[in-house]
């Protein structure tokens, strides 16, 4: 069985986010477009770790030997526990680490904030060739900044319209962007802040601030409903995954990858030399 035997639909339809989606209303619990139950999703993931990586390395090599300035960002926001570092390790552990280009936003350095807070953003945009993939990104800026009204309500309005204008800029330079939500419930985050208390191996994941940001819970899903209101578009749409189940969300964001690659076409590419000349020579040689 190859690895769209189960899936009954396109995830990327399903999951992206249209006019009228509400987020208060989206389920966390199921598994959109596919059929198969966990063991089933566990498997197609393994198949698809392949075409991933093989996918990955055509636009690697394009760029180290055809100069093709295309790239892909994949963008992944959630609350506390969503399971972003899941992604990274089980989706984006399967490809060649050299055509990754990972970044991490923590909170801002005083030299960051004393920039604009797309000026650490910007450095981190995909080279030509990479992956690049935004744990946590510049949507920081206008989700705990609203929540926390860590700037002034003008600030927040003017950095939805910036953010638009940035990803136009990243698409016109041969930047495919994938926006991910990981949506899990607020019953599941528990168990799972529960689980990194009593496991001595997870203790280092949890931090005492996760509870006050969780106590926020309203006010960041209204903050999230607006972000999608105002930067899902045409070129960057949102794609909101159910993540209350791990191997749904790392199947469906590799999904979209998988897509996404292969709407670029990807040849490996041709050499200027010939082949079998070489390989006459290589023969001859002492």
Known sequence: MGRETYWNEDPGVLLRVEP????????????????????QGTAALAEGALVLADLQERLFANHQAADDHRRVLLVLQAMDTAGKGGIIKHVMGSVDPQGVQLAAFKKPTPEELANDFLWRIR?????????????????????????RELASAEEIERRYGAINEFEAELVDAGTTIIKVMLHISAAEQKVRLLDRLERPEKNWKFNPGDIEERMLWPKYQDAYQVVFDRTSTPIAPWYVIPADRKWYARLAVQHLLIDALEGLQLEWPKVDYDVEAEKARLLAAT
């Open 20 to 39: 009228g989606f509400k987020i208060v209303t989206a389920p966390t619990d199921t598994h959109p477009g596919f059929d198969g139950n966990k063991a």
């Open 123 to 147: 450095k981190e945009a995909p080279e030509a060739g990479k992956i690049g993939v935004f744990d946590r990104s510049h949507y920081e800026d206008v989700l705990i900044g609203r929540v």
